[in-house]
């Protein structure tokens, strides 16, 4: 049975930083590439970041312009969502999801979804 659960959401103030975790389990890890995604209400779910199976490629939204950071540990099947600087406007629910290949921020081709962790960016 495939599982993807996220954690590390929640509230934080303006410029604060946040590290969202994705344990994976039910399927091999490695042959997956691994993606974020995020949805705010009333909007389209977007793309912010995604890895490649062996961590040596990724990619990020333009809206990220450096602020966040994914990385991923093969040998305890977690993918990480490292973000700083956060804004208002990044207030959404997050969800990571895998996708056996290759990577990219298009969420129709990815295979298997986590449940979601909600960040809220406010004073």
């Known amino acids: 049975q495939v599982q993807l659960v996220e954690s590390g959401g929640g509230l934080v103030q303006p410029g604060g930083s946040l590290r969202l975790s994705c344990a994976a389990s039910g399927f091999t890890f490695d042959d997956y590439a691994m993606g974020w995604f995020r949805q705010a209400p009333g909007k389209e779910r977007e793309g912010v970041s995604s890895i490649s199976r062996r961590g040596g490629s990724t990619y990020y939204g333009d809206f990220v312009k450096g602020r966040f950071t994914i990385s991923r540990d093969n040998f305890k099947n977690t993918v990480y969502l490292q973000m700083n600087s956060l804004k208002p406007e990044d207030t959404a629910v997050y969800f990571c999801?895998?996708?056996?290949?290759?990577?990219?921020?298009?969420?129709?081709?990815?295979?298997?979804w986590g449940q979601g962790t909600q960040v809220t960016v406010s004073s």
């Open positions: 999801a895998a996708r056996r290949g290759s990577g990219g921020l298009v969420g129709t081709l990815y295979d298997y």
